[in-house]
């Protein structure tokens, strides 16, 4: 299968990333730094919040027409291709079509292009264009846990106390959203849900432009994700517990003891780690009894997981530089 490598050469402003073992391909690397705006939130107002049923967070794990962006574990997680996997199993360096010379930690896309932080080049933002096979990059922020939304990036900007930023491609800018230090975020709709770690990690809401931001917990949590117009959160604060919360009225409810970790959703379909033996489960809730039933997905340790259309892809604890997908 053919490889492509395109290791980084860098010339003045202007680099050459070579390609595939066959044939040099020349290809501009540009510089399109911008500055970056701070923005002062709003006093929080009253508006009423509205969830939708898909919500964004980052993944290393990019599905873009029939090839699979992501870090290859065993090439020092380097961006690599390969044709969407139809089995289970682990990736294998036979089925990697392209390798491009830039270690990644998560990855997004716009308009088919693809947004990652350059782990050779101190996470700034890069943006690749596949089919010119042409690399940009975009700004000196510090990178980290990258997503999109619209025409928009999202993503933590460790050179700020982790705030997270914003990068409009319409205006060339990027900005802070809040003065919070986050950890975990999603994108939902109008809205991100964010983990203060400013504030005991906390679960907060903020719209999409930086006002109406509202406390939404009085406990840290560990993770959440949106279901059913309702936000589900694991409470760190009572043995990893899983509770419902009304985004509107603050009200919350427990759920189920589940003893988890890392909890998401895709396609209406809920996942965590459960912590006693680090399996991946499905959870199945009613939300009108407050109940909830779980099922071992596998019986592996894991460490991390990452939800796409084209399957789950596993950090499994015994093969830590190996990339698994479970179809």
């Known amino acids: 299968m053919l490889k492509k490598i395109l ?25 399109n730094t911008t500055t970056v705006e701070s923005q002062t939130p709003s006093p929080t107002t009253n508006t009423n919040i509205v969830l939708v ?7 290393p794990y990019l599905n873009i ?57 101190n996470n700034f933002l890069y943006k690749l264009d596949y089919q010119r096979n042409e690399i940009t990059k975009i700004n000196n922020n510090s990178v980290y846990n ?15 106390n982790n705030k997270i930023y914003t990068y409009n491609l319409e205006t060339s800018t990027s900005s802070s959203l809040t003065a919070d230090s986050c950890g975990k975020f999603l994108i939902n709709g109008d809205f ?49 517990s899983l509770y419902k919360l009304d985004p509107n009225s603050t009200s919350t409810n427990r759920v189920d003891l589940i003893n988890g970790t890392n909890l998401k959703c895709f396609d209406n379909k809920l996942y965590f780690i459960d912590n006693s033996n680090n399996n991946l489960c499905s959870l199945s809730v009613d939300l009108t009894k407050n109940t909830a039933t779980t099922s071992n997905v596998t019986t592996d340790s894991i460490n991390n997981y990452f939800i796409t259309d084209n399957g789950i892809f596993l950090d499994k604890t015994i093969d830590v530089n190996k990339t698994y997908i479970l179809k």
Not at 16 to 26: M, N, P, R, S
């Open 53 to 59: 049923e898909k919500s964004n967070s980052y993944s």
């Open 65 to 121: 027409g029939n090839l699979t962006f992501f870090p290859d574990k065993e090439n020092n997680n380097k961006l690599s291709t390969i044709e969407k996997p139809k089995a289970t199993g682990y990736i294998s360096t036979k089925d990697i079509k392209d390798i491009f010379n830039y270690p990644v930690e998560s990855t997004a896309s716009i308009d088919e292009c693809i947004y990652f932080p350059n782990g050779s080049d």
């Open 146 to 160: 990258i997503t999109s939304n619209m025409k928009s990036l999202y993503y933590i900007n460790r050179d700020d």
């Open 7 to 31: 290791p980084l050469i860098l010339l003045s402003s202007i680099l050459l990333i070579g390609c595939t073992k066959q044939e040099d391909k020349e290809n501009k690397i540009k510089n």
């Open 192 to 240: 991100i849900l964010y983990q203060n770690t400013s504030d005991n990690s906390k679960l907060y809401i903020v719209k999409l432009d930086g006002t109406n931001k509202k406390q939404l917990t009085n406990t840290s949590v560990d993770s959440f994700t949106v279901y059913n117009s309702q936000i589900l959160y694991i409470n760190s604060h009572d043995n990893n």
